[in-house]
């Protein structure tokens, strides 16, 4: 079998049902495991990754209202990767190329391969689309082991923060220029971490924020992890784009509760690292319960 992936997530859930061998052609963005980087890539964005947030945001705010999509496919170089199998998505558009543009693609195709697209919007979709990965893929036992693994891990943290008499008030911002926060799995992420997210939405998409929003949402902690950044980046940002004036405030402020984190790794892409983002979730909120995070996922700010 042959596959390109159009997404990291997929490409990442691929890998750990084995099925890593037969990827052919992943995303621009695809650099999970390692290997993945090595193979050619598909899309180009239409926007500059290393502009400012607030350019970011208005790069991708004009091309969607436009009615464009934000990454071009490689239409002659998918056609000739030749696969029996494309993994893409139809949940958020910023996050990889467009059906539309994926059906113009494979206009160029004698023979249509499959297209599996993954829409998850809570961790047990996520880990749905890993059984159905590696049935189609051909690993149909390695990924019902993977999501059944990666499901008892959460529900043990879950099960232990479940009679906790104190859940801290999470914000967990998703761009910081202008603000945003998390939502699809991400409230559901901290909850099972024990905590309580105080303006996402579950199985929402993630949506603007006003300054007031922030500073009336009392928060206990503020977890930094915009969609699309390593800790390095993240890190970074937050020295550039400060929180709301008066964000002082806040008890995250002043106990010290600000965290940017490694959201490629463990928050943004819906793959099986995101057990090991409630793993570090709960390190974050009740570190006497759980001790240990990811190494290298997360920084004080």
Known sequence: MRICSLLPSATEIAYAVG??????????????PADAATKPSL???????????????????????RGESIYAVDAELLRSLSPDL????????VCAASPDDLATALTRFDSQPEVLSLTPRSLLEVWD?????????????????LAAGLARRVAAIAEK???LSTRPRVLCLEWLDPYYVGGHWIPEMVSKAGGEDVLGRFREPSF???????????ADMIVIM??????ARATAECSVNALPYGAEILPANRNHQIYAVDANAYFSRPGPRLADGVALLAHLLHPDLFPFAPANSFAPV
């Open 19 to 32: 099925a890593g061998d037969s990827i052919v052609g992943v995303s621009h963005e695809c650099d999970f």
């Open 43 to 65: 899309l180009r964005s239409r926007v500059d990754p290393v502009a400012a947030p607030a350019e970011i945001d208005r790069q991708v705010t004009e091309i969607i209202r």
């Open 86 to 93: 494309i993994l893409t998505q139809d949940l958020c558009h």
């Open 129 to 145: 689309n890993v059984r159905t990965v590696g049935q189609a893929t051909g690993h149909e036992r390695e990924g019902d082991a």
């Open 161 to 163: 923060t479940a009679t």
């Open 208 to 218: 603007r924020v006003s300054a007031e929003q922030i500073l009336d949402s009392r």
């Open 226 to 231: 915009p969609c699309g950044y390593n800790l």
